[in-house]
């Protein structure tokens, strides 16, 4: 049986009346049939939504080598099978013809964004983070009662995590911050 998800709401609407006008109707292998429709023959995959250290657990369904759908696991203690707004979304990280697949740079002074490869961006992002440093980086300051202590930091960058990083990436994203020694290190961890 084939039901769009109109048909699927006007059928569950009917069920309702229906069951409550005493028809007799049983509409439960309409509801199953709906339910199942998009995951029909999908392989399912436990894991764990990779955006932030809730961990709430997710179930990957695939087919065809894609993934076609991921949902919350219900079996997961502390959420019962929800995810929030952005775990919802997850599939989105390897399904979205929308992502951007090249950078957008704007010269200083110009007006116009120009698109550029993401290797070239790469490159970039590393020379400016490795030329601020060599010019900015302190190594020694005096302290309150002027002796010269070592403090190793980096004022001159700032850094600010997204909310499209998962774990792993903020984790390594704070390792390299930590180890060039910057210190104005913000993340916004998720919406
Ligand atoms: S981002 Fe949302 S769904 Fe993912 S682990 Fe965190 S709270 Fe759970």
Redesign the pocket.
Known sequence: MSLSRRDFLKFGTASAAGVAAGTGVDWTPVEAATTALKIKEAKAVAS?????????G?LIFAKDGKIIDIE?HPDTPH?LG???????A?IQLSNNPLRPTKALYRAPGAEKWEEKPLEWMYEQIAKRYYDTREKYFIEKEKNKDGQEVVVNRLEAIGSLGSACIDNEECYLLSKLNRTLGIVYHEHQ???
Not at 48 to 56: D, F, N, R
Not at 82 to 88: D, I
């Open positions: 764990v939504c990779p955006y932030c250290a809730v961990g709430c997710q919350g959420t929800r995810l929030c707004p952005k775990g919802a997850t961890a998720r919406v």
